[in-house]
């Protein structure tokens, strides 16, 4: 399988802009499967509920699902983006999974970090894994890393590879996302953005990691990022590696779980 992500640099509320932009970043670009940032058309650091509101979209319905759909198409590709969702007045914090035959599923951001939760509800969606290319693929979206709950349940699912999408601003994310795919035999895909935003007053200024990776399940680095620059990368993964879960002839890593003293 091959597989890629797209680290972007959006400008806030510039949705046209930036949906613009990573089209241009795709030209020519060929994988199964490409993974991009948290918010990646709308920006991050929403002011409050009323703000995220007026950003957010149906999903399927709204403009960037559309256009991510449009794009996967023209590449023969499949997307995992991240974007602000409206449902019946409530907004979510959310992933779109999108091909060339057209919208296939969403996730909504389980742990919600900081300030998100003045603008986001909590996901509420059960956990579900997408057939992408002959993959099992599982989404969880950024703070959900400091959860170990959140990918032990997607490999206990039978997830082959966790796409990630992401707006870090938390340093320890990128390595301990090696620690995710060695406690489960997955790969990941993280997808960053770069840049920074400071729209709120009393709070600090967000400096975002870039370092988007993609990780296998021996915990290598196949592929990572620069902290500052927009880029396109992809890599080929061999998906039977994720599928066993023997560390040794000894040890199977889901099967050795002691879930007769703890849970
Ligand atoms: C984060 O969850 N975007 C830090």
């Known amino acids: 399988m091959r597989v890629g992500f797209v680290q972007n640099r959006p400008i806030f509320a510039g949705v046209q802009d930036n949906l613009d932009r990573i089209e241009e970043l795709l030209l020519g670009q060929s994988a199964d499967l490409f993974v991009l940032p948290e918010l990646f058309a709308t920006g991050y650091q929403f002011k409050d509920m009323e703000e995220s509101r007026s950003l957010a979209e149906l999903v399927p319905g709204g403009l960037t699902t559309s256009r991510l759909t449009a794009i996967a198409k023209k590449n023969n590709t499949t997307i995992i983006a991240g974007l602000a969702e409206i449902k019946d007045d409530q907004v979510y914090n959310a992933a779109v999974i999108t091909g060339p035959n057209g919208y296939i599923g969403k996730y ?81 895909i993280t997808a960053d953005r770069v840049g920074m935003e400071n729209r709120l007053e009393d709070e600090e200024q967000l400096n975002f990691l870039g370092q988007s990776q993609v990780v296998d399940p021996d915990g290598n680095v196949l592929i990572r990022a620069s902290k500052t620059e927009e880029e396109v990368q992809i890599i080929d993964i061999d998906l039977e590696k994720a599928r066993d879960k023997f560390l040794n002839p000894r040890n199977h890593i889901l099967n050795d779980r002691r879930s007769d003293l703890y849970r």
């Open 108 to 188: 909504r951001k389980l742990h919600l970090f900081d300030t998100e939760k003045n603008c986001f509800q909590q996901g509420n969606l059960p956990f579900q894994l997408f057939d992408i290319a002959g993959a099992k693929v599982g989404v969880m979206i950024c703070f959900d890393w400091r959860f170990p709950e959140t990918a032990r349940n997607l490999a206990l699912m039978g997830a082959d590879l966790i796409a990630h999408p992401s707006n870090l601003v938390l340093t320890h994310c990128p390595q301990a996302m090696i620690t995710r795919c060695l406690e489960n035999r997955v790969f990941a």
